[in-house]
């Protein structure tokens, strides 16, 4: 059972550019989170979907970022011109339904590093 | 909501010395708690979590963590630490959705963690 897997590993991206990181949840997980970490800081969380729906964008930044889980494929989180400061880690996690339980831990990727010029 | 909180932004411990990174929690109900660790360029690992029961959970690589309720704490502990066990560590907790069933990680600032030879 491959453990959730993110791509690229790397991006690098000119201001203005757009951003496109993929999340392929572990098999049988149906929650995807995406957290962001900046240099010598904490995870930072920013979005929670099952498939074909936000659960929660309360860390979301208003503009530039989206976020989707399709019914089919990888999660998506999108930066539109993107600028120098979301340069950062950005992770996945996924986790599995449990019901209203939601006693099992999360699964991260390795992550995605994004670095704007 | 639900918060963790780690007030340490860095311990330092000799090699084969015991180590305590703290953790405290804020939540309404039950807790239900979590540790990861990060290394360099990697994703978060899970180390161990506290849904119910005994209050001394053990974990992955000889790390165990004690819940006390009344000081709303989840300190994470180990007897011996190794030079290996530097690393990131996060404390998380569980913060429940607004929907049934929804439920998101809220992860705490990190502390880093030197084992000195």
């Known amino acids: 059972n491959a453990g959730v897997m993110q791509n690229p590993r790397h991006l690098v991206r000119r201001r203005g550019q757009e951003a496109r990181l993929r999340c392929s949840p572990m098999?049988?997980?149906?929650?995807v989170y995406w957290y962001r970490q900046l240099p010598e800081e904490g995870l930072k969380f920013m979005v929670y979907?099952?498939?074909?729906?936000?659960?929660?964008e309360s860390g979301m930044p208003k503009e530039r970022f989206s976020a989707e889980f399709p019914k089919e494929g990888p999660s998506i989180l999108r930066i539109q011109q993107v600028v120098r400061g979301d340069s950062a880690a950005y992770f996945c996690?996924?986790?599995?339904?449990?019901?209203?339980?939601?006693?099992?831990?999360?699964?991260f990727g390795q992550g995605t590093r994004l670095t704007v010029v | 909501a639900q918060s963790v909180a780690q007030p340490e932004d860095q311990v330092n411990v000799a090699e084969g010395n015991p180590l305590t990174v703290k953790c405290t929690y804020s939540?309404?109900?039950?807790?239900?708690l979590f540790w990861y660790v990060q290394y360099p360029n990697r994703g978060l690992q899970f180390l161990l979590k506290y849904i119910t029961g005994d209050n001394l959970v053990k974990g992955s690589y000889g790390f165990e963590a004690e819940f006390n309720k009344s000081q709303t704490s989840f300190h994470l502990k180990k007897p011996s630490a190794l030079v290996s066990d530097s690393a990131l560590y996060f404390c998380a907790v569980r913060d429940i959705g607004a929907a049934s069933g929804t439920y998101k990680y809220i992860f705490g600032t990190g502390t880093r963690l030197k084992v000195l030879a």
């Open positions: 939540v309404s109900g039950n807790p239900y």
């Open positions: 098999k049988g997980h149906s929650h």
């Open positions: 996690a996924s986790s599995p339904t449990t019901g209203t339980l939601g006693g099992t831990e999360a699964f």
């Open positions: 979907l099952q498939k074909e729906n936000i659960i929660d």
